[in-house]
């Protein structure tokens, strides 16, 4: 490691003037002192000049040209505006106000009178007469055909048709009810009744006869039992002859049971099947007839009726529409039709008449004949210039050819030649240039005009900086100058003046104030209260006696009579103490 510290680099000093030398320093102090000389006296003019033009225009110009402001617009823009202001604004109101009028009374007025006494009194004609002939024609005949038709037909219609409905249907359904169900189903209750009561006492019986058959059968058990166990022997008799019995028993049995089924079934039938079978052939299919009959009835009668309304409606609605719109609205469209397509043809016919077929003949018999004309002759010029091109092209590029070998070859020969004396000739010119011009130029500048511009560029700097300087101090002895002088003026002028004014004005000033001027003003005071003091009692006087000569002539006045309610309103305020008015009970009027 390199322990030494090592000096840092200087930083790079500023651009330092160059050396000078005893000529600068001989040249120096005298141009410093001869500009100083000369300058001094201009700086001292040039400051007097300053502070006298500032006085002048602070004290002089600015007030002459306010004052002169003032006198131009006086002269000039005061009268104008008050021309203005007084006459001519007044008058073009007035010419505005009698031109809005005229305005009105040519453009506005009458179309305002003819919109209220014409044009609004007929919409309201014709837009009657529209909903007259729109409710004649749209409106009152469906009101007719619905007020005096349809609504009675459909009364009529509903009358029947709920007459039907309570006298054939729920009437038919009621009697069938009261007169065929309700006896059946009192007679099926019988029945049932019966046949349960029957049913009953058969299964009792049927019990009675089983309990017999089943206590036969224990006593011949326990007898078969106690002869078995007694007599070995006879136990295939007894077995045999229980058999027997038993197959009997079960056979009497059989018939029964196929007896009770045969019974039971036919009860059934009769109980169950037959009487409704009885009510389907005997009530219910006459009266399903009948109601299909009194149905067929109905549709038949509703298609009559509709037919009947289909008529009508054809003839009250459907005919006159046909009419209407076949003999009066389809030649009306027409004609309607036939006017538009008629006045569309007219102005096509006359625009193509102004604006089409003028240009069209125009481009057909003019522009085209003279366009292919043009290109007949364009193009039977180009063909005769296409052939004395191709000829002279071919003639002028077997020449050029020719003439081009030749001039190459002469311009090679040629080039060469100038080029050996161009060299030649550059070789000379520069050798004479050289020698006659720019030797003598670089010694002229280097001998000559070097040393005479540094010499020059160091006097003008000297000179810069001797009237920089000498400008800078001119400018420190004419401020020591002009405060001496400012200083000299305040002794001689302005001092004594403040003196006095303090001194000698301020003091006998209050003195007239104090002495003079204020007691002079109150007496004047005191004079004019005085006097309209007595300029008031006087008018009271006059007032007094006017009145006394009023009363002597005419009578006193009736007193007014005292109002029996007074006004119970809270108290006002007390009155501010006057001069000739006091607040105590003793002093009071």
């Known amino acids: 490691m390199d322990w030494e510290k090592h000096p840092t680099p200087a930083e790079p000093a500023a651009a330092e003037r160059p050396p000078e030398g005893c000529l600068v320093a001989a040249i120096r102090i005298p141009v410093r002192i001869v500009v100083l000389v000369l300058v001094v006296p201009i700086r001292l003019t040039w400051d ?42 007044p008058a073009a ?124 059968a224990v006593a011949v058990g326990r007898g078969g039992a106690w002869l078995a166990r007694v007599v070995g022997a006879g136990l295939a008799a ?65 298609r009559a009726l509709g037919a009947r309304l289909a008529a009508l409606l054809r003839a009250l609605v459907v005919v006159p529409a046909v009419w209407l719109c076949t003999h009066a609205l389809t030649p009306l469209g027409r004609g309607i039709a036939l006017l538009a397509r008629g006045t569309a043809t007219a102005v096509v016919l006359l625009a193509k008449a102004l604006f089409v077929w003028p240009w069209v003949w125009l481009h057909a018999r003019v522009l085209t004949p003279v366009g292919r004309a043009t290109v007949f002759l364009f193009r039977l010029v180009g063909a005769h210039l296409a052939l004395a091109g191709r000829a002279l092209g071919a003639g002028l590029a077997w020449l050029g050819r020719g003439v081009w070998s030749g001039l190459a070859w002469l311009a090679r020969g040629v080039w060469a030649g100038v080029a050996w004396f161009g060299r030649g000739v550059r070789t000379v010119a520069v050798t004479l240039v050289r020698w006659i011009f720019v030797v003598p130029a670089v010694a002229l500048r280097r001998w000559v005009l070097v040393p005479v511009g540094r010499a020059v560029v160091v006097l003008v700097r000297e000179t810069g900086d001797a009237l920089g300087h000498a400008w800078r101090v001119a400018g420190h002895v004419s401020r020591a100058v002009g405060r001496f002088l400012g200083r000299l003026l305040r002794w001689i002028f302005v001092d004594p003046v403040r003196w006095a004014y303090r001194r000698v004005c301020t003091p006998l000033g209050h003195l007239v104030r104090d002495s003079v001027w204020r007691p002079a003003a109150r007496a004047v005071k005191d004079a004019g209260r005085t006097a309209r003091q007595a300029l008031a009692a006087a008018r009271e006087s006059v007032r007094q006696a006017r009145a006394d000569v009023r009363r002597a002539l005419f009578g006193a006045k009736r007193a007014e009579p005292e109002p029996l309610v007074r006004d119970r309103r809270e108290p006002g305020p007390p009155q501010a103490r006057t001069l000739g008015s006091s607040t105590t009970a003793l002093t009071k009027d």
């Open 238 to 302: 007894v077995g045999r002859g229980v058999a027997r019995l038993t197959s009997a028993v079960w056979a009497g049995l059989t018939v029964a049971g196929r007896g009770l089924r045969v019974g039971g079934a036919w009860l059934l039938r009769a109980l169950f099947v037959w009487p409704w079978v009885w009510l389907y052939a005997r009530v219910l299919v006459p009266l399903g007839g009948g109601t299909a009959w009194l149905a067929r009835g109905l549709a038949a009668a509703g």
């Open 93 to 216: 109101r007035g010419a505005g106000a009698a031109l809005a009028w005229l305005g009105r009374a040519l453009f506005v007025w009458p179309w305002v009178a003819l919109w209220r006494r014409v044009l609004v009194p007929v919409g309201r004609g014709v837009a009657v007469a529209l909903t007259w002939t729109g409710k004649a024609l749209f409106v009152r005949p469906w009101a007719a055909l619905w007020r005096h038709v349809l609504a009675p037909v459909g009364r009529g219609v509903r009358a029947v048709a709920l007459w039907v409905w309570w006298k054939g249907v729920v009437a038919s359904v009621a009697w069938g009810y009261l007169r065929v169900m309700t006896p059946a189903g009192h007679g099926i209750a019988w029945l049932a009744r019966g046949v349960w009561a029957g049913l009953a006492v058969a299964g009792r019986g049927f019990a009675r006869l089983a309990s017999a058959v089943w206590a036969g």
């Open 48 to 89: 007097a000049v300053v502070a006298g033009g500032r006085v002048m225009w602070r004290r002089g110009l600015v007030p002459l040209a306010r004052g002169t402001g003032r006198l131009l617009r006086a002269v000039f823009v005061t009268p104008w505006v008050w021309l203005w202001v007084r006459a001519l604004a």
